[in-house]
């Protein structure tokens, strides 16, 4: 069973350009969340989608957005970029919204 | 809110010696623990975890223990092994059936294993 696939793995940006992001859920699998990992500060939250519909988002500023889309794979969209938003972007699949997560291996971010 | 700190943030053993990482929490309605296992280049993976009415659970060489009266947790990995070197995350939430809006994570453990 495959597992949760990120797209690109890594990517350079400069700042004031967008970025968007994929993820592909495990086969099934219709909960989708997203968070920002940076060095020290752990996984912060960024949003939950469940049957294309967003559930929870978190602290984030709303340069910050995603969708879901009826196959369960999700996108999320970071607008006008900046330094601070270079990080690894980890997507997580769960079967429900509340069931055990399950993470890709992110899409390593770099804003230049 | 909820607020999960981890000590250490890095942490360097002699193989087959024991690696213990530390969490406090500071939400008492808090009753599940989960802990990932982040290998290089890879996603977290849940390796273990821990509801609030146990206080310690083990699973070959890894053990979680829960003090709910101090608030705090820990992983307990013995007979450490190269393949143990990882980043560790600790997580705090209100019920196994959370969704990840209310899974709070702590800010990681480097774990590395000197052979």
């Known amino acids: 069973k495959a597992g949760v696939t990120q797209t690109p793995r890594y990517l350079i940006k400069t700042r004031g350009q967008q970025v968007t992001l994929s993820c592909s859920p495990i086969?099934?699998?219709?909960?989708v969340s997203w968070y920002q990992q940076t060095p020290g500060q752990g996984l912060q939250f960024l949003f939950e989608y469940f049957s294309e519909t967003q559930r929870n988002k978190g602290n984030f500023p709303g340069r910050f957005s995603g969708r879901q889309f009826s196959n369960s794979r999700s996108e999320m969209n970071v607008s006008t970029l900046e330094l601070g938003d270079s990080a690894l972007y980890l997507c997580a699949s769960s079967f429900i919204s509340t069931g055990e997560l399950f993470f890709g291996e992110g899409s390593r971010l770099t804003v230049l | 809110g909820e607020n999960v700190e981890q000590h250490p943030s890095t942490l360097s053993v002699q193989e087959g010696d024991s690696a213990v990482i530390k969490c406090t929490y500071s939400?008492?309605?808090?009753?599940?623990f989960p802990w990932y296992k982040q290998e290089l280049g890879k996603g977290p993976q849940l390796i273990i975890d821990i509801r609030s009415n146990v206080g310690e659970k083990k699973d070959q060489r890894i053990a979680v223990t829960l003090n709910k009266t101090a608030k705090h947790f820990s992983l307990h990995i013995t007979e450490t092994q190269p393949e143990d070197s990882a980043v560790y995350f600790c997580?705090?939430?209100?019920?196994?059936?959370?969704?990840?809006?209310?899974?709070?994570f702590g800010s990681g453990t480097r774990l590395s294993i000197r052979p």
């Open positions: 939400d008492s309605a808090s009753n599940y």
């Open positions: 997580a705090a939430s209100k019920g196994r059936n959370s969704s990840a809006s209310k899974i709070i």
């Open positions: 086969s099934g699998h219709r909960s």
